[in-house]
């Protein structure tokens, strides 16, 4: 017997992210990787200050089977150039290593820097088109 549902737009924010992605999503993962994706479960974030002590950058990443994500890595446009975002890389990667990760991976769009991240030892795995204007999604790895 099939049981009833139905979608909704309306939710409580907290709930969802208590039953869908904590208890769903991350319950499930933890039980297909016997407990690994959580290896070494840290966040890492490093910001660039300038002399007046404004953030002026920064990289954000987390830390899961063996792996560092880098999900953000931004430099002011009156910044770069100056091998800023080179030197957050080598320091979140260094981290991540420190803590057991052997690869490094991610995502940038076309506009953006897949270029950097190739000139930093990444390479590209994957590729999505389709988007407006020709911009395409890439997928980035590099071993650490």
Not at 61 to 83: C, M, P
Not at 112 to 141: H, M, R, S, T
Request: charged letters at 25%; aromatic letters at 10%; one cysteine or more.
């Amino acid at each position: 017997m099939q049981k009833k549902f139905k979608i909704m737009n309306q939710y409580d924010e907290q709930e969802f992210l208590n039953t869908v992605r904590i208890n769903g999503l991350l319950k499930y993962n933890m039980d297909k990787t016997k407990g690994k994706l959580k290896e070494p479960d840290i966040e890492m974030m490093k910001v660039v200050r300038d002399e007046n002590n404004i953030i002026v950058g920064g990289i954000a990443g987390s830390t899961y089977l063996s792996s560092l994500e880098i999900e953000v890595l931004w430099i002011s446009e009156a910044y770069r150039g100056q091998n800023i975002a080179s030197q957050l890389l080598v320091e979140i990667e260094n981290e991540a290593k420190k803590a057991g990760c052997q690869m490094a991976h991610l995502t940038t769009y076309s506009f953006q820097a897949p270029q950097f991240y190739q000139k930093n030892g990444f390479v590209v795995c994957g590729e999505i088109d389709g988007f407006p204007d020709n911009i395409k999604l890439y997928i980035l790895k590099k071993l650490l």
